[in-house]
């Protein structure tokens, strides 16, 4: 194979690594920021309403997503 070829070769491949990095880090990113809005759900629905149910199933989402390995990194 000519010296041409295997220079097309890895740039292909190299572009092709870069896309799925960037796809991953943009997944990343969008994981942690649906996390964040389910956390600031959570804490105004148990600070700014009356303790219904539904306040302490907000209280153990938050213990819930606290543990979080996302959010913690």
Request: with cysteine.
């Amino acid at each position: 194979m000519p010296a041409q070829a295997w220079v097309t070769l890895i740039v292909g491949v190299l572009a092709v690594v870069g896309v799925a990095l960037t796809v991953r880090q943009r997944t990343r990113a969008d994981n942690r920021a649906q996390s964040w809005q389910r956390i600031t759900w959570c804490l105004e629905r148990t600070v700014y309403r009356d303790t219904t149910r539904a306040n302490r199933l907000s209280i153990s989402r938050v213990d819930c997503t606290a543990s979080c390995r996302l959010l913690c990194e």
